[in-house]
C-alpha cells in the first residue's frame, strides 16, 4: 500500500523525482548521499489524503514560513543515495505537510523516512517562491563535475563570466537556461548564509545558482525542467573543455549571435 495508489497524478510526479535521481546517479553528480530534490507537491494533493493520519511526531522545521501554510512537499530522505531513490522513491523519500503553525511538520506517507537536513534551507526557498507568486515548485541540488570544476578559478567566479562563456558555446544553452548561472561565494555546507545567499541569486533573477566549490542550486516548475536548466549548462561546460583538451580557446557565439537568440526567442536575458 503506498499513499500513490489510485493518485496518478501524484505518482507521475515522484516518478518524475526517481527519474532525474537516476540520471544524477549516471552522470556521476551524485556520489554517496550527495544532493538533494524537494517538490511542492500540494496541487497533486486531494481531499482524502488531507485526512490520512501522519506517522510521524510534528518536528520543528527550524524556522517559520509563512507561506507554506497547508502546503505538502516530497523530499528526499536524510542519508539516502539518488541511485537508491530512482529505484525506489516512497523508501528513500517521504512526504510531509506542513502543520498551521508554518514552523514544523509531519511525515505522512509512505515509510517514517526522516527528510534531509538539507529541508530547513530548500523550505525557505519554497517559501520565497510561493511568497513572490512564482510558478516553480522544484528545487534540486547537485554536484555537476565540470560547472564545479569552473569554480575553482576566480576568473569564472566573477559575475557572469561563466554564463556567458556557457551560453556562447552552443545556442540551446542560452535558449534553455535564459536567466544564466548565479555565483555565490564558498560558504559553509548547509548553514543559514548559504540559503539566504542562495535566495537572494534567485530573487537578482537565476534559476540556477551555482555554490562555489560544491554544487549548483535549481528551481523550475518541476523537477525535470530544474534538472534541464542544469543539464545544458553541463553540456556546455563540457564542449568547452572539449575545445581546450585539443589545444585551443573556443571561440563561442559572438554577442550579435546571442542577441539575436534572445531576440528571437523572446529571452528574459
Ligand atoms: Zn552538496
Redesign the pocket.
Known sequence: MSVLDNRPALKAEIDKVAEVAGYLWMKGWAERN???ITVNITEWVDDGMKTLPSISEPRPIGKTLPSLKGCWFYCKGTGKRMRDLARDPMGNGSIIRILDDCGHYEIVADQPVAPTSELPSHLAVHDYLLTKGSPYRASL???PIELVALTHSRKWMEKDAATHMLWSMIPETRAFCPRGLGMVPYML?SSVELAEATIRAIDEDYDVVM?EK??VFAVDTDVMNAFDQVDVLNKSALIYITARNMGFEPEGMTDAQMKELSDAFGLPK
Open positions: 550527495g544532493g538533494n541540488h547537485t554536484h555546507p555554490w560544491h554544487g
